[in-house]
């Protein structure tokens, strides 16, 4: 259960420091350009939905959806709790400097990139046949070709 927890918590962490590593170019690279901010920001939210692809990906691969599904959404629940709420403070803003609009879209637009590229592995994963049902069909499929028919006396 150790385990699970810090697998978690590490990828809550690299989901937070790719926005705080987004935040910080924005800051220190691109003070007052929109466009560029918004491009970095447009980054930012692809590098996320890539590492979610990757990591569902991955975790699909040997768990149940249950499983892996529960520990995505834990780790994306933390990592925008800590990208809306923490993230300004590290480069000087407050969380609500933009007014409700820009705080609820930040979230809204968090919310569909992780959900976009956990739906994108798990989608690449389900078509090539290595999601943890389909090993599970498979084995069970081996199993029953490899017993022998029962001979029936009359």
Same mark, same amino acid.
């Given at each position: 259960?150790?385990? &699970?927890? /810090?697998?978690? @918590? ?5 989901? !937070? ?11 220190? @690279? !691109?003070?007052? +350009?929109? #466009?560029?901010? +918004? &491009? ?17 990906? /991955? ?7 249950? *499983?892996?599904?529960?520990?995505? #959404? ?8 800590? #990208?809306?709420?923490? @993230? ?14 820009? !705080? !609820? ?11 976009? @590229? ?12 290595? +999601?943890?049902?389909s090993q599970q069909?498979? *084995? ?8 022998p028919r029962k001979v029936v *006396? *009359?």
């Amino acid at each position: 259960m150790r385990e &699970r927890w /810090r697998a978690v @918590g590490v990828l809550a962490g690299a989901l !937070f420091v790719v926005n705080v590593v987004a935040r910080l170019v924005i800051k220190f @690279g !691109f003070e007052n +350009d929109d #466009t560029a901010a +918004d &491009r970095v920001s447009l980054v930012m939210f692809l590098v996320i939905g890539l590492i979610l692809a990757a990591v569902a990906f /991955r975790w699909g691969r040997d768990r149940p959806v249950g *499983r892996w599904a529960a520990d995505l #959404t834990a780790a994306v629940a933390v990592a925008l709790a800590l #990208t809306v709420f923490v @993230g300004p403070l590290l480069v000087g803003n407050s969380p609500f400097a933009g007014g409700a609009g820009l !705080f !609820f879209a930040q979230i809204w637009l968090y919310l569909a990139a992780a959900g976009a @590229g956990v739906l994108v592995g798990y989608l690449i994963l389900t078509a090539l046949g290595r +999601d943890y049902r389909s090993q599970q069909l498979k *084995r069970y499929a081996q199993l029953k070709a490899a017993k022998p028919r029962k001979v029936v *006396r *009359r």
